[in-house]
């Protein structure tokens, strides 16, 4: 992992930012996301709202900035979990091998098949009026395959790494084995996939709250909001392309971070 | 006559080899078969969870007796346990009976409408992505650090940061003012054709490829941005090849090699990865019918969901894990002619 490539410098000064404007430039705004200006509804952007008004006068800025950390909380967690999930699942089957490997690679297989975005939905009206948290668990519930693949293939590989093999003639169990000495050794594996699973858990978010499926109002993230934006999209675009802006910019942050730290790792 | 038999036993030869990989290419196809059920049985359980078909009828004023509730419940098969539901719905999918709706209709009916329509709007995208994926890939390996391939990367990665559903209204919101030049819709925003036009033969396959240009390119970009990065590490890959640079040197133009040599090797782990991401495309698909009014499984799928209908979820999914299955093996073919290593 070599931190200090340009993209990967630019992806994190650039979340860095995000996630400084989530948490800080709430804050600073004279409106809250609530606030309403009813003189200037669907007002274009201008010096008093720069990214415009809503449909009932709310400060466009101020809802992308609460929109946003939404998105970034939710994204981060689902990450986090998505990844613990994995590096969980792929080192058991890795380093066991046997049936426990075939049984989970099954669950795997079927897994992928189903896409994470339409089992959520699927899900969702039982959902109605539970927290975000639960969405967090779902988002990492159904996106953790793919890296548990590749943590998999590397638990494979390390089945037969001269520390794996001492460790177990001392006796030790299968859980200090896997805890102790090879998801250590997973490490920069698993901090580049978090870095893109963030990516994408706050992609699957934003598909999800454009369905209606994922976050209920009155809370806002940024897909809610380019839900909302996506039918005056053609008549008001400041209302469809603000949140836009910001959720194209957080994606493509974490996927510039996740990419350089990739490339050489 | 020794070269004549030889001649015979190395047809045979291939002729077993050939039997062999019809042998491989069912033993995937039924793999992937039992994949794709387990999937729809995990659909239709996930729905049987979570939806709830009954909720209008407890929640009407004055209230519906309970004697009416319980009729609806058996009517709806909701008294027994899902794995049961499950095994009569599939039971009836097999024969190509799919159940009814929530609110009464017959699925069958609209099956092959649906299915056509994700079809039309899917084929000619996800060929032009392939295509054009590969295609900007191998450019781009070929010149691999050069400013048009920064550039191309750089613009993938963009793409891949943008979601589906915001695509398709980008694009509208682009065209948008050519239309309004133009005074007519040039390419038309919605739909596969326009309704209730009475046109035929050409001006009707014309009306309905301009409705098909937006949604395609909506469909086609994020694939080929996906497509072309996989496919640019694959034929760096293969240009820094012991193999290669053999053929080079044994006087083999650059071009030449490459094409000869170099092309077959990096498109194979294509293939699987086609067949991989096929259904995760077919999700984005979701949001690209909606957004341009295409009728579609996965309009269906949505729509089914919003009224929790269990029956309508479960064979949309299952006409959609077909067609990844289908693709897959196309996939598995593919493979097949291109690396002569899986024949054997």
Not at chain 1, 196 to 202: I, P
Not at chain 2, 188 to 198: K, Y
Not at chain 2, 299 to 314: K, M, P
């Amino acid at each position: 992992m070599n931190v200090h490539r340009p993209i990967a410098l630019t992806g994190a000064g650039l979340l860095a930012l995000l996630v400084l404007a989530a948490s800080v430039g709430p804050l600073l705004l004279p409106f809250t996301h609530t606030d309403q200006d009813l003189r200037n509804v669907l007002a274009a952007p201008s010096g008093a709202h720069p990214l415009g008004t809503a449909r009932l006068g709310e400060d466009m800025l101020a809802l992308c900035l609460r929109g946003l950390q939404k998105s970034l909380v939710i994204g981060l967690l689902a990450a986090v979990l998505t990844t613990a999930l994995s590096a969980l699942v792929g080192t058991v089957a890795g380093y066991l091998g046997g049936v426990a490997d075939r049984v989970l690679m099954m669950v795997v297989d079927v897994l992928l098949v189903l896409p994470p975005i339409l089992a959520v939905a699927v899900l969702s009206p039982a959902l109605r009026g539970s927290s975000w948290l639960v969405l967090v668990l779902l988002i990492a519930t159904f996106q953790w395959m793919v890296t548990s693949r590749v943590v998999r293939a590397r638990a494979r590989s390390l089945r037969v790494a001269g520390y794996v093999v001492a460790a177990e003639n001392t006796g030790a169990s299968t859980t200090r084995i896997v805890t102790r000495h090879l998801l250590p050794q997973m490490v920069p594996l698993l901090a580049i996939d978090c870095t893109l699973n963030v990516a994408s858990a706050v992609l699957a978010e934003a598909g999800l709250s454009y369905f209606g499926f994922g976050v209920q109002p009155p809370d806002v993230s940024l897909g809610t909001l380019v839900a909302t934006g996506t039918g005056s999209a053609l008549t008001f675009p400041w209302v469809f392309l603000a949140p836009v802006g910001f959720l194209t910019a957080t994606v493509l942050a974490a996927a510039m971070l996740g990419e350089g730290l990739r490339d050489d790792a | 006559m020794t070269t004549l038999g030889a001649g015979r036993r190395r047809g045979a030869a291939l002729s077993a080899s050939a039997v062999r990989a019809v042998g491989r290419l069912l033993a995937r196809l039924a793999a992937r078969l039992g994949v794709c059920l387990a999937a729809v049985l995990l659909t239709y359980t996930l729905a049987a969870l979570s939806f709830d078909p009954l909720a209008e009828l407890r929640t009407t004023q004055p209230p519906t007796p309970q004697s009416v509730i319980d009729a609806r419940a058996t009517a709806l098969g909701l008294d027994l346990p899902v794995l049961p539901r499950f095994g009569q719905w599939l039971a009836g999918a097999v024969t190509g009976d799919f159940g009814t709706t929530a609110d009464g209709h017959d699925i069958a009916g609209e099956v092959s409408a649906r299915a056509g329509t994700s079809i039309r709007l899917f084929l000619p995208g996800g060929v032009l992505a392939v295509l054009f994926g590969c295609g900007f890939g191998i450019w781009g390996a070929l010149r691999a650090g050069s400013a048009a391939d920064k550039l191309s990367m750089a613009t993938a990665l963009l793409l891949l940061a943008i979601p589906v559903f915001v695509l398709g209204t980008v694009l509208k919101l682009l065209w948008l003012p050519v239309n309004e030049a133009a005074g007519t819709d040039l390419l038309p925003f919605s739909g596969e054709r326009t309704p209730g036009s009475d046109l035929a033969g050409w001006a009707a396959l014309g009306d309905r490829l301009r409705h098909l240009v937006l949604p395609t390119i909506a469909i086609a970009l994020p694939q080929i941005a996906f497509y072309s990065r996989y496919q640019r590490a694959a034929m760096l890959e293969v240009r820094d090849s012991e193999f290669l640079r053999a053929a080079r040197g044994r006087g083999l133009r650059r071009g030449r090699a490459v094409r000869r040599h170099g092309l077959r090797m990096a498109l194979i782990p294509m293939a699987p990865l086609v067949a991989f991401s096929f259904g995760l495309h077919l999700a984005g698909g979701v949001f690209t019918e909606r957004i341009f009014g295409w009728h579609g499984l996965g309009d269906w799928l949505v729509t089914a969901i919003e009224r929790q209908d269990a029956n309508v979820v479960a064979t949309a999914t299952l006409l959609m894990a077909v067609l990844v299955v289908m693709v897959g093996w196309l996939a598995d073919l593919a493979l097949l002619l291109l690396d002569p290593r899986t024949r054997t």
